[in-house]
């Protein structure tokens, strides 16, 4: 589990090719690692993975093929810039809110533009994740936390203040950036629950029909 802080923005030091997946290895600049094993998680753009080798500057991961296709980490290079996080531990500040590190889809920036001092992010989510994503709600992108501004069917807008944007790879957003997205935990686990027996239905899914039949709309 990690909060969406980010700690550090460290480099893709390569990407080894190995048999159908791949082992990232990572460079990670000023993120303390003298607490971190092997075996202990680490989020790198706001993807979970296990560290595999500590060289000393850094560490490797493997990446399995279906992270590789489901994630941005696929598309990444040598040199590029990535947002690191360790795992939380039971005595962390949860500063943002609580993010597994499982991506739940690939977006994509569609506008910035100024607000202040700070930049607004127009983005656009695959249109399964649009029910997820609310006004005032959270939301993690690229691993960072962040609340969500306004929501306009799958396009949401958030602001990235000074701070966020210089500790963190907003400052590299261009139009078109993918980004990995993760939705709020509770937002998952409600709609599974609201689901009831149904859940374990094949192609069960929260619907307008299924809440009223419910009674959890009220009648107009």
Do not use: W
């Not at 889809?105 to 607000?115: H, I, K, N, P």
């Not at 009831?196 to 009648?219: I, N, Y």
């Amino acid at each position: 589990m990690f909060t969406g802080i980010i700690q550090a923005v460290g480099e893709i030091a390569a990407i080894e090719p190995r048999g159908g997946d791949s082992r990232l290895r990572v460079r990670t600049g000023k993120l303390d690692l003298s607490d971190v094993r092997l075996g202990d998680s680490i989020a790198v753009n706001g993807v979970c993975l296990t560290a595999v080798d500590l060289p000393g500057d850094g560490f490797a991961a493997d990446v399995s093929g279906e992270t590789l296709s489901l994630t941005t980490l696929g598309a990444l290079k040598s040199g590029d810039p990535v947002n690191l996080e360790k795992a939380l531990m039971p005595t962390t500040r949860l500063g943002g809110h609580l993010v597994s590190g499982h991506v739940d889809g690939v977006g994509e920036v569609l506008a910035m533009r100024d607000d202040g001092r700070s930049v607004r992010y127009d983005m656009r989510a695959p249109e399964g994740l649009a029910r997820y994503i609310a006004p005032k709600g959270s939301i993690c992108v690229d691993g960072v936390s962040l609340t969500v501004n306004s929501v306009d069917g799958a396009v949401f807008s958030v602001n990235i203040v000074p701070h966020t944007r210089q500790e963190t790879t907003f400052s590299t957003y261009r139009v078109g950036t993918r980004i990995n997205l993760e939705v709020d935990l509770i937002a998952r686990y409600l709609e599974r629950l609201l689901l009831g027996d149904r859940a374990a239905q094949p192609g069960s899914r929260l619907t307008e029909a299924f809440l009223a039949e419910h009674g959890f709309l009220g009648k107009a």
